[in-house]
Structures are given as structure tokens and as C-alpha cells.
């Protein structure tokens, strides 16, 4: 059975950094619920998994659709958001659609198609980020920047679709202030694509930031920021 008292310095971990995506939503101008956690739980078991969403952090994302398959069955019993986070293969799609509230990283045409595809077959609908590669770096997955005027109206066309927002990644190896210009260009493209975007389209939501520059993505108007590592300094 696993052990269900909470590990104390998870505990901290978790206030710790609750307090300081408050702290940095209040200083760009809003309130701290307009910033939705998603915690990264890829590198940790199903039981301190367990821990996490009991603590209130309900939002978990994994970078793995195989994490959420094997994740999910076994915490049924807590009302958890599964976020897939990380790149998914067509071959996934149908397996994992069940499970995940919202899919992050929507990284092709082909991948769009096949969520459409299965979505449709379940009766279900999809929501959705668009990930941007803001950083132009090649081993980033993600659209282009100029091509997101064409992907929203192809993806605005599948009646299983739901697309919220953005998501993008700051580059590899980028200190906070190039990170910063990255994420204030995905606002700043967001804010360029609202006014065309198709009525059934809403990018309100920015997914971006991660523990090591969360701040600087709350700066440039983050609605949910993925956070692993932090949760689980000092654990192993
Ligand atoms: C792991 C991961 C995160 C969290 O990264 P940390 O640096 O551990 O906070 C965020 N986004 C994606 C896509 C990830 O794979």
C-alpha cells in the first residue's frame, strides 16, 4: 500500500513555490488564481504523484502519455486535471484522449487531424494549446510563428477541437532575460492572432514557464506555468 502521510519538505517545497507564483502574479497586476499550476509530476511516483493532488495541486502534467495511463487508474479517487505537457505521438492519441483536460503541446497538422479523428469517434471534445517555437531552436518541437494564421483555421475547422491558447517554451540555455523576450513575443504573437482568430477559437491561455523562469513567463501575462523540479528539491 503506499504510505499516505506527506512527505514534510514536499509540503514546504509546494507552499514555497505557491507563494511565489502568487507573489508574481500580483506584481504584473493580477490576481494569484489567474495563474493556473500545472505540476510536473513526470519525475516522481504515483504515491508522492498522490501527495501532490492532495495537497491541492490538482493540475499535473506529464510529459509522457505512458505516465498518465499508468498514473491515472491508480488515482481515480482524487478529482485530478491530467495536462499532457510533452510531445505526442499520433500513435498515443487514442489511448490517452480519455484521460487528459487539456493537451499542451499541439505540435503538427497530422497530430491536430488524428486528435480530430479520435476525438470524434469518442464523442468527445478536445482542448487544446498550440505550441509555438518561439525560440526558432531546432531540437524545439512546435509551430513557427508565421505559420499560426493557417494552423488556427485549419484547427478552427475540426468540429473536436477546442483551442485555448498557446504554449511555447523558452529556448535551451537562455538566461532569464532572453527568456523573457521569448515569452513576451508569444504575447505579443497571441495578441496579434485574437482579433482574426475564428469565433470558435480562444487563445486566452499561455502555458509557459517552467521552475527555472516562471517568473519572467508571469511577467509577459502566463495564465499556467509548468513547474516540476522545484516541487521536489531535496527529495531524492
Ligand atoms: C518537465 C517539464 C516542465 C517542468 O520543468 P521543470 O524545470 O522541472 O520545472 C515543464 N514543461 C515541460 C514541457 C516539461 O517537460
Do not use: C
Given at each position: 500500500?503506499?504510505?499516505?502521510?506527506?512527505?514534510?519538505?514536499?509540503?514546504?517545497?509546494?507552499?514555497?513555490?505557491?507563494?511565489?507564483?502568487?507573489?508574481?502574479?500580483?506584481?504584473?497586476?493580477?490576481?494569484?488564481?489567474?495563474?493556473?499550476?500545472?505540476?510536473?509530476?513526470?519525475?516522481?511516483?504515483?504515491?508522492?504523484?498522490?501527495?501532490?493532488?492532495?495537497?491541492?495541486?490538482?493540475?499535473?502534467?506529464?510529459?509522457?502519455?505512458?505516465?498518465?495511463?499508468?498514473?491515472?487508474?491508480?488515482?481515480?479517487?482524487?478529482?485530478?486535471?491530467?495536462?499532457?505537457?510533452?510531445?505526442?505521438?499520433?500513435?498515443?492519441?487514442?489511448?490517452?484522449?480519455?484521460?487528459?483536460?487539456?493537451?499542451?503541446?499541439?505540435?503538427?497538422?497530422?497530430?491536430?487531424?488524428?486528435?480530430?479523428?479520435?476525438?470524434?469517434?469518442?464523442?468527445?471534445?478536445?482542448?487544446?494549446?498550440?505550441?509555438?517555437?518561439?525560440?526558432?531552436?531546432?531540437?524545439?518541437?512546435?509551430?513557427?510563428?508565421?505559420?499560426?494564421?493557417?494552423?488556427?483555421?485549419?484547427?478552427?475547422?475540426?468540429?473536436?477541437?477546442?483551442?485555448?491558447?498557446?504554449?511555447?517554451?523558452?529556448?535551451?540555455?537562455?538566461?532569464?532575460?532572453?527568456?523573457?523576450?521569448?515569452?513576451?513575443?508569444?504575447?505579443?504573437?497571441?495578441?496579434?492572432?485574437?482579433?482574426?482568430?475564428?469565433?470558435?477559437?480562444?487563445?486566452?491561455?499561455?502555458?509557459?514557464?517552467?521552475?527555472?523562469?516562471?517568473?519572467?513567463?508571469?511577467?509577459?501575462?502566463?495564465t499556467m506555468v509548468r513547474i516540476g523540479s522545484s516541487f521536489f528539491e531535496g527529495l531524492f
Open positions: 500500500m503506499p504510505s499516505f502521510a506527506a512527505n514534510p519538505l514536499l509540503l514546504e517545497n509546494i507552499a514555497r513555490v505557491r507563494a511565489e507564483v502568487a507573489e508574481a502574479a500580483v506584481r504584473s497586476g493580477r490576481r494569484a488564481d489567474e495563474v493556473t499550476i500545472v505540476a510536473a509530476t513526470k519525475y516522481v511516483d504515483a504515491n508522492i504523484t498522490r501527495q501532490v493532488a492532495a495537497a491541492g495541486l490538482l493540475d499535473l502534467g506529464e510529459s509522457r502519455p505512458q505516465e498518465i495511463w499508468s498514473k491515472g487508474p491508480e488515482l481515480t479517487d482524487l478529482p485530478i486535471r491530467w495536462h499532457l505537457i510533452g510531445h505526442l505521438q499520433r500513435n498515443k492519441v487514442r489511448r490517452t484522449l480519455p484521460f487528459v483536460a487539456l493537451f499542451h503541446s499541439i505540435d503538427s497538422l497530422r497530430l491536430l487531424e488524428e486528435l480530430q479523428t479520435e476525438a470524434e469517434k469518442l464523442g468527445q471534445v478536445v482542448a487544446i494549446l498550440l505550441e509555438v517555437n518561439i525560440s526558432g531552436d531546432e531540437a524545439k518541437h512546435g509551430f513557427a510563428p508565421a505559420e499560426m494564421p493557417s494552423v488556427i483555421e485549419t484547427a478552427a475547422q475540426f468540429s473536436h477541437l477546442q483551442i485555448r491558447g498557446l504554449m511555447s517554451m523558452a529556448g535551451l540555455d537562455t538566461d532569464a532575460v532572453t527568456a523573457q523576450q521569448q515569452f513576451a513575443a508569444v504575447r505579443q504573437l497571441r495578441d496579434q492572432l485574437a482579433p482574426n482568430a475564428p469565433a470558435n477559437v480562444s487563445l486566452a491561455d499561455l502555458s509557459m514557464g517552467m521552475s527555472g523562469d516562471f517568473r519572467e513567463a508571469i511577467a509577459e501575462g502566463a
